[in-house]
């Protein structure tokens, strides 16, 4: 069974710090998405990353995949009160877009 | 921009009654998806549909599920007997072509409350 774990669970950061949440899971898969969720709201979609050694980068975040080490980073720069949401990271077992998700990790930004 | 929707956004009901939850996917999409979210918790698949038929379904969707493409454009989860651990935010999905470079698009949710 396919597990994919984040850390950490929950993080509290001043603004204008950087921070890397991790994500790691258990089997092989060169699929792996990040999404957002602000409180009671859907999914938003902030990164696809389709190959070992990808990274894409949408203002403040960046985010990477290392599919040798079954491990994919979100590194926050510079962090601003607007980033504070959960965030997801989900890998695709190459079935049908059935994704599995991380626990998620509570990001907390404060002033 | 085209987006995935979802009615009702809250539905409350007793333990035992049947509920259907509607989606509207994007309407160039093939892959059809039902996931849920328990309050607090990680988001699970549920159910892959394409084609008028189930693609692959989770553990969690036994017979008390199904899902239907009544027509063109609506998508339905049904649950016929809910439990009070259904209650849960359910969450369908699209896409145009499951593992290429497109990305799953959700819709806002729908909001399951069993009493």
């Known amino acids: 069974e396919l597990k994919v774990e984040q850390n950490p669970l929950f993080l509290s950061m001043q603004e204008g710090k950087n921070y890397t949440i991790y994500c790691n899971y258990s089997?092989?898969?060169?699929?792996l998405y990040w999404y957002r969720q602000d409180p009671g709201k859907s999914l938003e979609s902030l990164f696809v990353l389709l190959s070992n050694g990808a990274v894409k980068q949408e203002g403040r975040l960046m985010a990477s995949l290392d599919t040798k080490a079954r491990l994919s980073t979100l590194h926050i720069t510079a962090a601003v009160h607007d980033l504070s949401a959960t965030y997801f990271c989900?890998?695709?077992?190459?079935?049908?877009?059935?994704?599995?998700f991380g626990t998620g990790t509570r990001l907390q930004v404060t002033l | 921009e085209p987006e995935v929707t979802q009615t009702p956004s809250h539905q409350v009901t007793q333990m035992g009654q049947e509920v259907i939850l509607r989606c509207v996917p994007i309407s160039n999409h093939l892959y059809f998806y039902w996931y849920r979210q328990i309050l607090g918790q990680k988001v699970e698949f549920l159910v892959s549909f394409y084609n008028n038929e189930i693609s692959e379904k989770s553990e969690i969707f036994d017979d008390q599920f199904s899902v239907e493409r009544p027509d063109g454009s609506n998508f339905t989860l049904k649950i016929r007997s809910t439990k009070l651990e259904d209650s849960a935010m359910y969450f369908c999905a699209s896409n145009f072509e499951p593992g290429g470079p497109g990305e799953l698009f959700f819709g806002e949710g729908s909001r399951l409350t069993v009493l």
């Open positions: 089997t092989t898969s060169d699929r």
């Open positions: 989900a890998v695709d077992t190459g079935t049908a877009s059935k994704l599995t």
